[in-house]
């Protein structure tokens, strides 16, 4: 029998309206347009606004639309997988809730934690359940609301996040398409130098970790950046060596959206051209979980069937890796 592989039969993705600029930045800590620019990227980013509207509001909009736009009856899926580092609640399962929301009543759900990493983690997860053959729609949603989790007075990490949310509904295939591959790595050293101090069971909340601002993501960032440059690229370039890919065979890196300066280096250590880079950073910023379906969705209408995209990511853990996948659809309007 051929082999069973799991394709992308479809992908949507959803921002919010409000747009956070660089502008309005300037007006909440000491920064300005032009450092922001040349440091990251970054111009503008999404940001979910109003009372009780969480992370679920956003992974429920990609999936919603993931469903219209492929015909899909909620009844026929079986799983929902999401990645998340700022979810609705501790449990609950955001996955849980988008499920409910969109009437996916027939699927099981569940999150996956692996910050920036985390779409790629939960696809190859998902890929997994279509390739045991025992789930036949899975849908992989990446979804995070950063503006929970960032401080407005933080000057080095308020400038960088955003919110959104993308997802991609699995199917099984026996042609040569769809998750050809992956290579995915962690490294609890990595905790010092991004994380979120309390909230979880170590530091529950507390008057004085509120006082001290703890609820918020921290992160050192020169040292991050250091790691992301040289993991991400180096898992790439693995994956390609392994698949007997070149750069000439790459069709599209997708890289995770954090820095532009760390998706240059990659794409130069990876000999990527910068045609072939899949780039929105400028106007979501670094949405955590959302950058890579944010990037697909976005870049749908310019790939074809049998595109090599080679997926990479690095974030919190800390965690990387990189996905070799093969493009099961041709654009259709
Ligand atoms: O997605 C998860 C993984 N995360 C990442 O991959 C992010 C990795 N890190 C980065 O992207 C970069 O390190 C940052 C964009 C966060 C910072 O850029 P940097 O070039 O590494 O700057 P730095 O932290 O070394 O700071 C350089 C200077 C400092 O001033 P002094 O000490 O040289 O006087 C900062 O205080 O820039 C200052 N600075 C700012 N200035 C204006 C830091 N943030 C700002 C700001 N506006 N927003």
Redesign the pocket.
Known sequence: MDKLRAKVSGIHGYVPEYRLTNKE?ESL????DE??TS??GIKERRILKGENQGTSVLGMGAVQGLLEKTATDPLEIDLIICATVTPDMPFPATANIIAEKVGAKNSFSFDVGA??SGFLFALQVGAQFIQAGTHKKVIVVGADKMSAIVDYQD??????FGDGAGAVLLEPTTENLGLMDALLKSDGAGENY?HMKAGGSRRPASMETVANREHYAY?E??T??KF?VTNMADVSAEVMERNGLKGEDVAWLVP?Q??K??IDATANRMNIGPEKVMMNIERYG?T?AATIPLCLWEYENQLKKGDNLILA????GFTWGAIYLKWALDYKK
């Open positions: 930045l800590v000491d920064t300005n450092w922001i440091r990251t910050a920036c000057r080095t990490t308020c400038i960088l991004l992160q960032g020169a991050v950046f992301a995770h954090a820095n300066r760390i670094n955590t990511a690095f974030g919190g």
